[in-house]
C-alpha cells in the first residue's frame, strides 16, 4: 500500500497514532461531522481507536486513511483516504474531511483528485465512489467539479447517528479521464 501522496500544497501521510491530538481537534467540530458516520469526538482517545481501527484495515489491505498535511506549515488539516476496496470488481470508495478554517481553499478536490489519480495509474482500479448526504451540498460541488457523475440516491441505505439517512453515489471511472 501507497504510504505516502504528494500534491503541490499537501502531502498525504498514512495515519499514525501520533496524529490523534490534531484529528481529535478536527473529529470534534460538529461542523466537521455533521455528514460523518461517526458522532463528534468527545476525548483523544477516540481519535486513538479510530486511527488504531483504520491502521488495521490498512493491514489488510482493505482501507487506508491518509492525514493531510500542508506541505508549508506541516499542519494537519484533515483527513482522506480509501475507505473500502473492492479489488476483485477493481473499485473503491473514498472519503475525506476538512478542518473548518481550511474550508473553501481546494484542499478538498486537491486531495480526491490524487486519490484518483492514484486509484486509476497506481493501483489499476476501475472505478472510484464516493457516497454523500444529499444535504451536503459543499461536498457534492467538489466532486461535480472533478468531474465525477451523480448515479442516484440509495434511500435510507445506512445508519447514521442512530437513524437511517440516504446516500447520493457518485462515482469517476477510468475510462473518464
Not at 500500500?1 to 504528494?6: S, T
Not at 495515519?15 to 469526538?41: C, G, Q
Not at 493531510?68 to 483527513?79: A, K, L, M, P, V
Not at 441505505?157 to 437513524?163: L, T, V
Amino acid at each position: 500500500m501507497i504510504n505516502d501522496l504528494y500534491t503541490r500544497r499537501l502531502h498525504l501521510r498514512k495515519m499514525t497514532i501520533e496524529d490523534a491530538p490534531k484529528l481529535f481537534k478536527i473529529w470534534s467540530d460538529p461542523n466537521v461531522t455533521k455528514y460523518m458516520n461517526i458522532h463528534r469526538f468527545t476525548n483523544v482517545n477516540e481519535a486513538i481507536e479510530m486511527i488504531t481501527f483504520l491502521n488495521g484495515l490498512a493491514e489488510e489491505n482493505k482501507a487506508i486513511r491518509y492525514s493531510i498535511f500542508q506541505r508549508e506549515t506541516n499542519e494537519i488539516i484533515g483527513s482522506c483516504g480509501f475507505n473500502s476496496f473492492d479489488l476483485e470488481n477493481c473499485k473503491t470508495e473514498i472519503g475525506y474531511d476538512i478542518a473548518k478554517p481550511y474550508w473553501g481553499n481546494g484542499y478538498a478536490p486537491e486531495s480526491i483528485a490524487i486519490l484518483v489519480e492514484t486509484a486509476f495509474k497506481e493501483l489499476n482500479l476501475n472505478r472510484v465512489e464516493a457516497k454523500v448526504e444529499p444535504e451536503n451540498v459543499n461536498s457534492i460541488k467538489v466532486l461535480q467539479k472533478l468531474g465525477f457523475t451523480y448515479e442516484g440516491t440509495l434511500r435510507q441505505s445506512e445508519k447514521s447517528k442512530g437513524k437511517f439517512i440516504d446516500l447520493a453515489i457518485y462515482s469517476k471511472l477510468k475510462s473518464d479521464i
